[in-house]
Nanobody, 119 residues
């Protein structure tokens, strides 16, 4: 059974930082990618970032590039999303999802973690 568990969501002030974690277990694939997605209230889900746990390739959405960093610790099967210079518009539920090789529509999903950026 594939399990993805996100953690690290919190209330943070604008300009602050947070690190989200996505712990994966039970992947049926030797090579897989973990993507971060977010969904704000009343808005559609959007892609945020992706990392291949195979070759380490990464991708970041334009509006988070320069502020967010994605990384993985393959010894812990965990992917991190380091978020800095947070803005109120970053407020959303953040989900991680697993796909074979590279991020797509998300074959397996975590339960989400809430990030609120507010003063």
């Amino acid at each position: 059974e594939v399990q993805l568990v996100e953690s690290g969501g919190d209330l943070v002030q604008p300009g602050g930082s947070l690190r989200l974690s996505c712990a994966a277990s039970g992947s049926p694939y030797d090579g897989y990618a973990i993507g971060w997605f977010r969904q704000a209230p009343g808005k559609e889900r959007e892609d945020v970032s992706c990392i291949s746990t195979g070759d380490g390739s990464t991708w970041l959405a334009d509006d988070v590039r320069g502020r967010f960093t994605i990384s993985s610790d393959n010894t812990k099967n965990t992917v991190y999303l380091q978020m800095s210079m947070l803005k109120p518009e970053d407020t959303a539920v953040y989900y991680c999802a697993l796909d074979e090789f590279w991020c797509s529509s998300g074959e397996f999903w975590g339960q989400g973690t809430l990030v609120t950026v507010s003063s």
